[in-house]
C-alpha cells in the first residue's frame, strides 16, 4: 500500500513564504502532483514532478527527492486567496495503469 | 469546452435506495476516475477506468458499481445506499500519458440517511 504524510494544518502571513511538505513510502513511484481545492470546491492541478529537483511556477515551487521519499511545495508572496487546501498526490504504476493516491492534504490559513 | 461536469450537483437519499451518479468529459480523456472525500481523509479513489468497456477498482469499491460504455461518460451507481457513503464525489479525467494532470469535477455532495 502507499503511506502519504502532510501536515494537517498550517497558518502563515500574507505576503510571507510557507513551506508545506509531503513525505511518502511507496513501491512502483510515478511521480507526485500538488492540487489546490478551495472550500467547496473541486482540486486544480498546481505542479508535477518525477525527477529529482525544484519546478518553479510562478509563486509556486515544487521539489521533489525520489530517494527520501520527500517533497514540498513553497508558496512564495503568499496572497488571502491562498487560503485553500493543498493535496499532495503519489502516483503509482499498478498493472499498467498509472493510479494516484493522495494525502490528506494541509489546510493553509493566510491572515492578514 | 465544459470540461468535466457531474450529475447531480446535491442529493439526498434514504438507506436503501439506489441512484447513479453521472460524469462527462468533452476532453476526449481516455481514463477516469470516481472519488469520495471526506473530512480529515483526502480523497479516496472507488473505482476508476482506462479506457472505454474497462472498469478497474480502487482503494474503496465496497458498495459501488460503476460503467463505462462510452469514452465521454463514467457511471456510478449505489445499489443499496447506507449512511457510511455520506459523502461528497468527485470525478476525475485525465489524458493519458505520463505528466497529464487529472481535471475534477465540481463534486456530488451525497447525504444518505
Known amino acids: 500500500g502507499q503511506n502519504i504524510d502532510q501536515p494537517t494544518e498550517m497558518t502563515a502571513t500574507e505576503g510571507a513564504i510557507v513551506q508545506i511538505n509531503c513525505t511518502y513510502q511507496t513501491s512502483g513511484f510515478n511521480g507526485l502532483f500538488w492540487y489546490q481545492q478551495h472550500a467547496g470546491e473541486a482540486p486544480t492541478f498546481l505542479s508535477y514532478n518525477v525527477l529529482d529537483g525544484l519546478e518553479e511556477k510562478g509563486r509556486f515551487s515544487s521539489f521533489l527527492s525520489r530517494s527520501k521519499g520527500y517533497s514540498y511545495l513553497l508558496l512564495k508572496e503568499l496572497q488571502m486567496k491562498d487560503s485553500a487546501s493543498y493535496l499532495c498526490?503519489?502516483?503509482?504504476?499498478?498493472?499498467?495503469?498509472?493510479?494516484?493516491?493522495f494525502g490528506r492534504g494541509t489546510s493553509l490559513i493566510v491572515h492578514p | 469546452n465544459a470540461g468535466v461536469t457531474q450529475t447531480p450537483k446535491f442529493r439526498v437519499l434514504k438507506t436503501g435506495q439506489s441512484m447513479t451518479l453521472l460524469c462527462a468529459q468533452d476532453m476526449n480523456h481516455e481514463y477516469m476516475y470516481w472519488y469520495r472525500q471526506d473530512p480529515g481523509m483526502g480523497l479516496r479513489l472507488i473505482h476508476y477506468s482506462v479506457g472505454e468497456g474497462t472498469t478497474a477498482k480502487g482503494e474503496v469499491p465496497d458498495g459501488y458499481n460503476v460503467s463505462r460504455l462510452k469514452k465521454q461518460n463514467f457511471l456510478l451507481g449505489l445499489e443499496s445506499a447506507a449512511p457510511s457513503q455520506t459523502s461528497v464525489y468527485f470525478c476525475?479525467?485525465?489524458?493519458?500519458?505520463?505528466?497529464?494532470?487529472?481535471?475534477f469535477g465540481p463534486g456530488t455532495r451525497l447525504t444518505v440517511l
Open positions: 476525475a479525467s485525465r489524458k493519458a500519458g505520463g505528466a497529464n494532470e487529472q481535471f
Open positions: 498526490a503519489v502516483r503509482v504504476t499498478t498493472g499498467g495503469s498509472y493510479i494516484p493516491t
